[in-house]
C-alpha cells in the first residue's frame, strides 16, 4: 500500500513540474490576445498554388507595436530546406547590406529550426511579438522561438515590406481594398 501511495506521489509531482514548466503560450493564439483574421490571399509561382496565408491581430489596421501572427496553409510539398532558403534570399534581397553574411547565417539556422518540410494541408504560424522576436508553430505545436527582434521584423517584411515581391498579397494581408 505505501509503495503505491509512493508511486503516485511521484506521478503527481511530476505532473506538477510539467504543468508548472508548460508555457503560457502552449498555442500561437496566447501570444495574441483577441485575434481575428484582418486579410487573407494566395500565393502561387508559375500558376501552381503554394499557400493560402492569413493575417491575424487584434488590431485592426495592423498597428506597430502590436503582436500579430501569419499562417501559412500549404497546397503543395515544399522542402525545409526552400523554405529556409527562399527566406534568406528574400531578406537578403531586401535587406542589402544592412545584415552580416554572419548575422544571415546564425537567421538560417535558426529558420532550419523553425520549419519543417511541408505537405499539402500543414499549417505553419509565425507570431511577431514586437521588441522580443517571433514564434513558429506547426499546427498548434511550437516548433522554435528565435529571441532576436530584428530578425522578426526582416522576416515578417518578406510579406509586409512595400517592396515585397507581391504587393497584391501584402495588400489583401492588410485588408486593403484595391
Given at each position: 500500500m505505501s509503495r503505491t501511495l509512493n508511486v503516485m506521489r511521484g506521478c503527481c509531482g511530476i505532473g506538477l513540474w510539467a504543468l508548472l514548466l508548460t508555457p503560457t503560450w502552449a498555442n500561437w493564439q496566447d501570444a495574441v490576445p483577441g485575434a481575428q483574421i484582418i486579410g487573407t490571399g494566395?500565393?502561387?509561382?508559375?500558376?501552381?498554388?503554394?499557400y493560402?496565408?492569413?493575417?491575424?491581430?487584434?488590431?485592426?489596421?495592423?498597428?506597430?507595436?502590436?503582436?500579430?501572427?501569419?499562417?501559412?496553409?500549404?497546397?503543395?510539398?515544399?522542402?525545409?530546406?526552400?523554405?529556409?532558403?527562399?527566406?534568406?534570399d528574400e531578406i537578403k534581397r531586401m535587406s542589402g547590406a544592412s545584415i552580416s553574411p554572419a548575422q544571415l547565417a546564425g537567421w538560417q539556422t535558426q529558420m532550419q529550426q523553425s520549419f519543417v518540410d511541408v505537405q499539402a494541408g500543414t499549417r505553419i504560424t509565425g507570431v511577431y511579438l514586437p521588441g522580443q522576436g517571433a514564434r513558429f508553430f506547426v499546427g498548434q505545436q511550437l516548433q522554435h522561438e528565435i529571441d532576436d527582434p530584428q530578425f522578426a521584423r526582416a522576416f515578417f517584411d518578406i510579406w509586409l515590406d512595400p517592396r515585397t515581391r507581391n504587393p497584391e498579397l501584402r495588400q489583401q494581408l492588410l485588408g486593403v481594398k484595391p
Open positions: 494566395d500565393f502561387s509561382v508559375f500558376g501552381f498554388d503554394v493560402n496565408a492569413r493575417m491575424w491581430s487584434a488590431a485592426r489596421p495592423l498597428a506597430d507595436g502590436q503582436p500579430f501572427a501569419l499562417e501559412l496553409i500549404y497546397r503543395r510539398n515544399v522542402s525545409r530546406d526552400d523554405l529556409v532558403k527562399a527566406s534568406i
